[in-house]
DNA sequence: CGGTATCCTTTCGGATACTG
DNA sequence: CAGTATCCGAAAGGATACCG
């Protein structure tokens, strides 16, 4: 194994906390462009801080985008999947089906359907 | 998103440094068990504390067990991974697709017939 | 060989207050 | 609303030495 196997590299940067958190609730439903605000209150414990940070280091890796309306009071933030993020659903996928098939942490997520997943 | 959600469980466990490239060394090649030096060779930076750290906590997540041969000197000790571990080889299969196909991190290892990865 | 023990640095991340 | 700034404690991780 190098450096540059693709599981090092994306485990680098995926592996932290709230990452896949804030990717999954941009795959949630049909809505395409979401605001800081309902991400934020999607997940349960993420503080404002770690939000803009991990917002700021996916679209610097280029998985999400960013548009800002600010021609009025107030600022109104939005944030959407690249291709790129679309396409990290395979494995957010496959982690989901691998936990609730081993019950990982009691996980009890039902895979159709979840009214709190929207997944 | 609620606490128990599997991906937020899933990765509370598997998201930390070394821990995903451990699981991968162990399903390389046709060999069922492997050896701690033989793991730790392999995988490049990874000091003996973080193996030790990392086996056991998968061990006790159930991805892995262990067997021990202490009759003679040196001792030799073996890990293999469960169904379970095995389970999340679909995981990592899509994790390193999307590594390849982005070219994360300049990540060029190719994905059939690979030297390195024997994957 | 297969680990521990120790020490030390870095990073993470929570809380909270504040601002355009 | 959508973030920053600051502070601080906790946790993670690296280096290295040592041991049965």
Same mark, same amino acid.
């Given at each position: 194994?190098?450096?540059?196997?693709?599981?090092?590299?994306?485990?680098?940067?995926?592996?932290?906390?709230?990452?896949?958190?804030?990717?999954?609730?941009?795959?949630?439903?049909?809505?395409?462009?979401?605001?800081?605000?309902?991400?934020?209150?999607?997940?349960?414990?993420?503080?404002?801080?770690?939000?803009?940070?991990?917002?700021?280091?996916?679209?610097? #890796?280029?998985?999400?985008?960013?548009?800002?309306?600010?021609?009025?009071?107030?600022?109104?933030? #939005?944030?959407?999947?690249?291709?790129?993020?679309?396409?990290?659903?395979?494995?957010?996928?496959?982690?989901?089906?691998?936990?609730?098939?081993?019950?990982?942490?009691?996980?009890?997520?039902?895979?159709?359907?979840?009214?709190?997943? #929207?997944?």
């Amino acid at each position: 194994m190098k450096k540059n196997c693709p599981i090092y590299q994306v485990m680098r940067r995926m592996g932290r906390r709230w990452t896949i958190l804030v990717l999954a609730e941009l795959y949630k439903g049909r809505k395409k462009w979401k605001r800081y605000s309902e991400i934020k209150k999607k997940i349960p414990g993420l503080t404002p801080k770690m939000l803009s940070m991990r917002l700021k280091e996916l679209e610097k #890796e280029g998985l999400l985008k960013n548009r800002v309306d600010a021609k009025k009071f107030p600022v109104k933030s #939005e944030y959407s999947l690249t291709k790129k993020g679309e396409d990290f659903f395979r494995v957010i996928d496959e982690t989901k089906k691998w936990g609730l098939k081993w019950k990982v942490g009691n996980s009890d997520c039902p895979y159709v359907d979840c009214k709190e997943c #929207e997944f």
